[in-house]
């Protein structure tokens, strides 16, 4: 079957500190890999996505890479702001697009 | 241009009663898909439209969960006999061109809350 896997949190983290938040998959095929954010009082936004094996997803400094032998996907950022401070979904689709198969999300809180 | 859109944000009802959830989708998008989310969890299926038809709704938790999308934009999720494990922020999303690996816009949710 298909299902992510993410770090569970929260995770707290002082301004201009490196953020890496774990995904894993299992799916079916070849999935496309996605991260959503979600702000406080806010809906989830798209933050970046892969299509393919070895591709990078990349905006807002967050960045992903498409690791198929190690079925990973990654969220890094360099150096994270208090504005970061969200919930980060990890989700899958597979190629039939159907449905997505998200991750339990995990929460984030960047302190000044 | 106008996101995804749901009606009503909050709703509070008794168990038993019957609620209809509404969405407007992105113009122009063909699919539709309904979610639920519940406390510390992410996002689970529930249907998906393609045009005016449920092409998937294999997540549909029992006989009391009903989609609808006649005209093939505005949906309507409904729930008879609810029941207090009903409780959660229903998400509905649209995306232009599935399947595949189509970006998927997520309106703002509906908190359902089952007294």
């Avoid at chain 1, 997803?57 to 969220?75: D, M, Q, V």
């Amino acid at each position: 079957g298909n299902s992510v896997t993410q770090m569970e949190g929260p995770v707290t983290l002082s301004e201009e500190a490196f953020l890496t938040i774990n995904c894993t998959y299992t799916a079916t095929g070849y999935p496309s890999l996605f991260w959503y954010v979600q702000y406080p009082g806010e809906g989830l936004q798209l933050l970046l996505k892969a299509t393919k094996a070895d591709d990078k997803g990349s905006n807002k400094g967050f960045e992903a890479t498409y690791r198929k032998e190690t079925t990973s996907f990654h969220l890094e950022k360099g150096s994270v702001q208090v504005s970061d401070s969200a919930v980060y979904f990890c989700a899958l689709s597979t190629n039939t697009g159907n449905q997505f198969y998200f991750g339990t999300g995990t929460s984030l809180t960047v302190i000044p | 241009g106008a996101g995804v859109s749901q009606t009503p944000s909050n709703k509070v009802t008794e168990k038993g009663k019957y609620v209809e959830l509404r969405c407007d989708p992105i113009s122009g998008h063909t699919a539709l898909y309904w979610y639920r989310q519940s406390l510390g969890q992410g996002p689970e299926f529930l249907i998906y439209f393609q045009g005016t038809g449920a092409a998937d709704d294999s997540g549909l938790p029992n006989d009391r969960f009903f989609a609808v999308r006649p005209e093939g934009s505005v949906s309507t999720l409904k729930i008879q006999r609810t029941e207090r494990g009903d409780s959660a922020v229903y998400l509905c999303a649209s995306s232009l061109n599935p399947p595949g690996p189509d970006t998927q816009y997520f309106g703002p949710g509906t908190r359902l809350t089952v007294l």
